[in-house]
Protein backbone atom coordinates (compact mmCIF):
# COMPACT_ATOMS: atom_id res chain seq x y z
CA UNK A 1 0.00 0.00 0.00
CA UNK A 2 3.02 2.06 0.19
CA UNK A 3 2.11 3.61 -3.64
CA UNK A 4 -1.27 4.36 -3.08
CA UNK A 5 -1.72 8.43 -3.54
CA UNK A 6 -2.21 10.00 0.35
CA UNK A 7 -1.09 13.45 -0.50
CA UNK A 8 -2.31 16.18 2.03
CA UNK A 9 -2.07 19.37 1.83
CA UNK A 10 -2.57 21.50 4.39
CA UNK A 11 -5.33 24.49 4.97
CA UNK A 12 -4.47 27.72 5.83
CA UNK A 13 -7.10 27.89 8.67
CA UNK A 14 -7.01 31.73 9.05
CA UNK A 15 -7.57 32.69 5.87
CA UNK A 16 -9.68 29.73 4.72
CA UNK A 17 -13.58 30.95 3.24
CA UNK A 18 -14.87 28.44 5.40
CA UNK A 19 -13.04 29.60 8.79
CA UNK A 20 -15.83 30.65 10.57
CA UNK A 21 -18.62 27.78 9.22
CA UNK A 22 -16.03 25.43 10.25
CA UNK A 23 -16.05 26.81 13.43
CA UNK A 24 -19.75 27.13 14.00
CA UNK A 25 -20.63 23.36 12.56
CA UNK A 26 -17.94 21.74 14.80
CA UNK A 27 -17.58 23.70 18.20
CA UNK A 28 -20.83 25.67 18.46
CA UNK A 29 -23.66 23.52 16.81
CA UNK A 30 -21.97 20.43 14.98
CA UNK A 31 -24.52 19.61 12.00
CA UNK A 32 -24.53 16.77 9.35
CA UNK A 33 -27.37 16.62 6.71
CA UNK A 34 -28.58 14.22 4.05
CA UNK A 35 -29.96 14.62 0.68
CA UNK A 36 -31.65 11.82 -1.40
CA UNK A 37 -32.70 11.98 -5.18
CA UNK A 38 -33.38 9.24 -7.68
CA UNK A 39 -30.91 9.27 -10.23
CA UNK A 40 -31.45 8.13 -13.73
CA UNK A 41 -28.78 5.56 -14.18
CA UNK A 42 -30.07 4.29 -17.60
CA UNK A 43 -27.27 5.10 -20.14
CA UNK A 44 -24.71 4.06 -17.91
CA UNK A 45 -26.43 0.61 -16.55
CA UNK A 46 -26.80 -0.20 -20.29
CA UNK A 47 -23.42 1.03 -21.63
CA UNK A 48 -21.44 -1.40 -18.81
CA UNK A 49 -23.96 -4.65 -19.85
CA UNK A 50 -23.29 -3.94 -23.26
CA UNK A 51 -19.38 -3.87 -22.26
CA UNK A 52 -19.71 -6.99 -20.17
CA UNK A 53 -19.33 -4.88 -17.05
CA UNK A 54 -20.33 -4.46 -13.44
CA UNK A 55 -22.52 -1.45 -12.68
CA UNK A 56 -21.47 -1.38 -8.84
CA UNK A 57 -17.89 -0.16 -10.00
CA UNK A 58 -18.82 2.42 -12.26
CA UNK A 59 -21.06 3.93 -9.77
CA UNK A 60 -18.09 3.92 -7.38
CA UNK A 61 -15.52 5.31 -9.83
CA UNK A 62 -17.90 8.27 -10.90
CA UNK A 63 -18.52 8.91 -7.25
CA UNK A 64 -14.86 8.94 -6.68
CA UNK A 65 -13.61 10.93 -9.39
CA UNK A 66 -16.55 13.79 -8.78
CA UNK A 67 -15.39 13.76 -5.33
CA UNK A 68 -11.61 15.13 -6.77
CA UNK A 69 -13.27 17.71 -8.57
CA UNK A 70 -14.62 19.03 -4.84
CA UNK A 71 -12.21 19.96 -2.45
CA UNK A 72 -14.90 20.57 0.46
CA UNK A 73 -15.31 16.76 0.28
CA UNK A 74 -11.86 15.78 0.92
CA UNK A 75 -11.24 17.79 4.02
CA UNK A 76 -9.89 15.73 6.94
CA UNK A 77 -7.74 16.35 10.30
CA UNK A 78 -4.25 14.52 9.75
CA UNK A 79 -1.43 14.89 12.84
CA UNK A 80 -3.93 17.51 14.28
CA UNK A 81 -3.38 19.57 11.11
CA UNK A 82 -6.61 20.21 8.99
CA UNK A 83 -6.04 19.88 5.45
CA UNK A 84 -7.38 18.33 2.20
CA UNK A 85 -6.32 14.81 0.34
CA UNK A 86 -5.85 15.10 -2.95
CA UNK A 87 -8.43 11.65 -3.72
CA UNK A 88 -9.92 9.55 -1.70
CA UNK A 89 -10.22 5.99 -2.27
CA UNK A 90 -14.11 4.38 -2.02
CA UNK A 91 -14.68 1.85 1.01
CA UNK A 92 -17.68 -0.57 0.93
CA UNK A 93 -19.66 -3.41 1.99
CA UNK A 94 -18.67 -6.74 0.87
CA UNK A 95 -21.72 -9.25 0.92
CA UNK A 96 -21.63 -13.05 1.84
CA UNK A 97 -24.46 -14.62 0.37
CA UNK A 98 -23.26 -18.14 2.62
CA UNK A 99 -23.94 -16.37 5.92
CA UNK A 100 -25.60 -12.65 4.77
CA UNK A 101 -22.98 -11.14 6.82
CA UNK A 102 -20.74 -8.13 5.34
CA UNK A 103 -17.09 -7.33 5.34
CA UNK A 104 -15.42 -4.04 5.05
CA UNK A 105 -13.88 -3.85 1.49
CA UNK A 106 -11.94 -0.80 0.17
CA UNK A 107 -10.10 -0.30 -3.41
CA UNK A 108 -7.40 2.01 -4.72
CA UNK A 109 -9.37 4.99 -6.76
CA UNK A 110 -6.93 5.79 -10.24
CA UNK A 111 -8.47 8.44 -12.44
CA UNK A 112 -8.57 6.38 -15.29
CA UNK A 113 -11.76 4.38 -15.18
CA UNK A 114 -10.37 1.01 -16.63
CA UNK A 115 -7.82 1.14 -14.20
CA UNK A 116 -10.13 1.63 -11.54
CA UNK A 117 -12.40 -0.77 -12.59
CA UNK A 118 -9.34 -3.42 -12.70
CA UNK A 119 -8.63 -3.21 -9.29
CA UNK A 120 -12.00 -3.28 -8.23
CA UNK A 121 -12.03 -6.39 -9.83
CA UNK A 122 -8.49 -7.83 -8.62
CA UNK A 123 -9.83 -7.45 -5.08
CA UNK A 124 -12.37 -8.78 -5.32
CA UNK A 125 -11.02 -11.49 -6.82
CA UNK A 126 -8.68 -11.72 -4.14
CA UNK A 127 -10.69 -10.56 -0.95
CA UNK A 128 -14.15 -11.48 -1.49
CA UNK A 129 -14.18 -14.87 -0.48
CA UNK A 130 -12.79 -13.38 3.07
CA UNK A 131 -15.19 -13.13 6.28
CA UNK A 132 -15.02 -10.65 9.13
CA UNK A 133 -14.62 -7.08 9.68
CA UNK A 134 -12.27 -6.64 6.88
CA UNK A 135 -12.41 -8.37 3.91
CA UNK A 136 -8.45 -7.12 2.98
CA UNK A 137 -6.06 -7.23 5.26
CA UNK A 138 -4.71 -3.72 4.48
CA UNK A 139 -6.22 -1.46 6.91
CA UNK A 140 -8.32 1.38 4.38
CA UNK A 141 -5.91 4.39 4.39
CA UNK A 142 -7.05 6.90 5.70
CA UNK A 143 -7.81 9.21 2.77
CA UNK A 144 -11.42 6.74 2.23
CA UNK A 145 -14.54 7.49 2.01
CA UNK A 146 -17.57 5.87 2.90
CA UNK A 147 -19.61 4.09 -0.38
CA UNK A 148 -22.33 1.74 0.02
CA UNK A 149 -25.53 0.38 -2.08
CA UNK A 150 -28.55 -1.74 -0.39
CA UNK A 151 -29.97 -3.68 -3.57
CA UNK A 152 -32.72 -4.82 -1.73
CA UNK A 153 -34.18 -1.64 -0.99
CA UNK A 154 -36.06 0.60 -2.80
CA UNK A 155 -35.79 3.84 -0.57
CA UNK A 156 -36.61 7.93 -0.51
CA UNK A 157 -34.30 8.60 2.22
CA UNK A 158 -31.30 7.23 3.91
CA UNK A 159 -29.53 9.40 7.08
CA UNK A 160 -26.40 6.64 8.56
CA UNK A 161 -25.31 7.30 11.98
CA UNK A 162 -23.85 11.00 13.07
CA UNK A 163 -20.38 11.81 12.63
CA UNK A 164 -19.61 11.93 16.38
CA UNK A 165 -15.44 12.30 16.49
CA UNK A 166 -13.95 11.59 13.23
CA UNK A 167 -10.84 13.56 11.97
CA UNK A 168 -12.44 13.12 8.62
CA UNK A 169 -15.12 15.36 7.18
CA UNK A 170 -15.76 13.06 4.18
CA UNK A 171 -19.29 12.37 2.61
CA UNK A 172 -21.31 9.48 2.65
CA UNK A 173 -22.80 7.70 -0.06
CA UNK A 174 -25.46 5.34 -0.44
CA UNK A 175 -27.62 3.86 -3.36
CA UNK A 176 -30.55 1.48 -3.26
CA UNK A 177 -32.20 -1.07 -5.13
CA UNK A 178 -33.15 -0.04 -8.92
CA UNK A 179 -36.49 1.29 -10.25
CA UNK A 180 -37.90 0.30 -13.42
CA UNK A 181 -40.19 3.36 -14.71
CA UNK A 182 -41.14 4.41 -17.62
CA UNK A 183 -38.47 2.92 -19.88
CA UNK A 184 -36.06 4.64 -17.87
CA UNK A 185 -33.62 2.70 -15.02
CA UNK A 186 -33.40 4.97 -11.57
CA UNK A 187 -31.31 4.71 -8.54
CA UNK A 188 -32.00 6.09 -4.98
CA UNK A 189 -29.00 8.14 -3.73
CA UNK A 190 -28.46 9.20 -0.75
CA UNK A 191 -25.65 11.59 0.94
CA UNK A 192 -24.65 13.25 3.72
CA UNK A 193 -22.34 15.30 4.52
CA UNK A 194 -20.56 17.48 7.23
CA UNK A 195 -22.21 21.04 7.30
CA UNK A 196 -18.70 22.26 8.70
CA UNK A 197 -17.33 21.98 5.07
CA UNK A 198 -19.88 21.71 2.92
CA UNK A 199 -23.36 23.83 2.12
CA UNK A 200 -26.70 22.93 -0.17
CA UNK A 201 -24.77 24.22 -2.73
CA UNK A 202 -22.08 22.21 -3.01
CA UNK A 203 -24.11 19.12 -2.59
CA UNK A 204 -25.71 20.41 -5.46
CA UNK A 205 -23.29 20.82 -7.60
CA UNK A 206 -22.15 17.26 -7.07
CA UNK A 207 -25.51 15.42 -7.99
CA UNK A 208 -26.01 17.92 -10.46
CA UNK A 209 -22.51 16.05 -12.02
CA UNK A 210 -23.66 12.46 -10.92
CA UNK A 211 -26.35 12.59 -12.82
CA UNK A 212 -24.80 14.33 -16.11
CA UNK A 213 -22.10 11.52 -15.52
CA UNK A 214 -24.57 9.24 -15.53
CA UNK A 215 -25.66 10.09 -18.41
CA UNK A 216 -23.12 10.73 -20.89
CA UNK A 217 -20.81 7.53 -19.67
CA UNK A 218 -19.04 7.74 -22.89
CA UNK A 219 -16.95 10.70 -21.64
CA UNK A 220 -15.64 8.69 -18.57
CA UNK A 221 -15.61 5.22 -19.50
CA UNK A 222 -14.19 5.24 -22.96
Known amino acids: MSDINTAFTPIDFDSWDRKQYFYYFTKMLPTGFSITIEADITNTYNMVKEQNKKFFPAYLYLASKLITEQQEFRISSKDGTLGCYEVLHPSYACFHPDDKTMSNMWTEYDSDFHTFYNNYITDQNRFAHNHGIL ?11 MIGMLPWIEFTSYTPVPYGNSSSFFPVLEAGKFIDRDGRKRMPLSITVHHAVADGYHVGLFLDKFQSGMAA ?4 MD
Open 135 to 145: AKPDMPPQNSF
Open 217 to 220: PEKW
